[in-house]
């Protein structure tokens, strides 16, 4: 089982949805979750990071931490074709050593 | 602020020659990251410098790869002799310390090997 599960999609949903995408993971010791958003042919941009369970919101972002679930997501509210992008999920535990998932591919439909 | 700057962009090489990739962070940031992304995969570290020193390289495949960080500020990572395997997507990130969790990511290089 790799550390970090995230399903590569893609996922396609109209202009206006809610999305919602999720990793989950194996490693009790991580600590730190980020969601980055990567462009074709370009680095990934760090969107949000947290450090505790529970909900952190940013504009029309929100994460979500479940440690007990060992499941972690983040909302994208109001979508907008410009969200369309691959998103990476991101831990990072005790060691330093930052883990990304595979990436989910999404197109938001005009 | 300029970002993090990497060239080439694009490197296309005939397996068994070198290639170098050029990374500089931004300015006043420690700690350097590199990583190779592949195609449907998310970045998975090489190296992490902290200053000029290599504190983390055991992803680093050395027989082959090599990494410099003369002056704690610019950096090179180099492949000899490149494999048709090593065709990636080489990406750069800095952030400002070890314990700070906001890297910045540069445009990568992105290598065919042929």
């Known amino acids: 089982q790799k550390e970090v599960e995230q399903d590569p999609g893609p996922l396609s949903v109209p202009e206006g949805a809610i999305v919602s995408l999720n990793c989950t993971y194996s490693?009790?010791?991580?600590?730190?979750f980020m969601w980055y958003r990567q462009y074709s042919r370009k680095g990934p941009e760090l969107l949000m990071y947290t450090y505790s369970s529970g909900n952190k919101e940013d504009g029309r972002f929100t994460a979500q931490v479940d440690k007990s679930s060992k499941y972690i997501s983040l909302f994208i509210r109001d979508s907008q074709p410009s969200d369309s992008a691959t998103y990476l999920c991101?831990?990072?535990?005790?060691?330093?050593?930052?883990?990304f998932g595979k990436g989910t591919r999404l197109h938001i439909l005009p | 602020e300029a970002g993090v700057v990497q060239s080439p962009r694009y490197k296309i090489i005939e397996k068994k020659q070198p290639v170098a990739f050029w990374c500089n962070p931004i300015s006043g940031h420690n700690t350097l990251y590199w990583y190779r992304q592949n195609l449907g995969q998310g970045p998975e570290l090489l190296i992490r410098?902290?200053?000029?020193?290599?504190?983390?390289d055991s992803q680093l495949p050395k027989d082959r790869f090599s990494a410099e960080r003369l002056k704690g500020v610019d950096s090179t990572l180099k492949i000899q002799p490149a494999e048709l395997g090593d065709s990636a997507v080489y990406l750069c990130a800095s952030s400002l310390d070890d314990f700070s969790d906001e890297q910045y990511f540069g445009p990568g290089t992105r290598l065919t090997v042929t």
């Open positions: 490693n009790s010791a991580f600590q730190y």
């Open positions: 410098y902290e200053n000029e020193e290599a504190v983390d």
């Open positions: 991101a831990m990072r535990g005790r060691d330093d050593k930052i883990i």
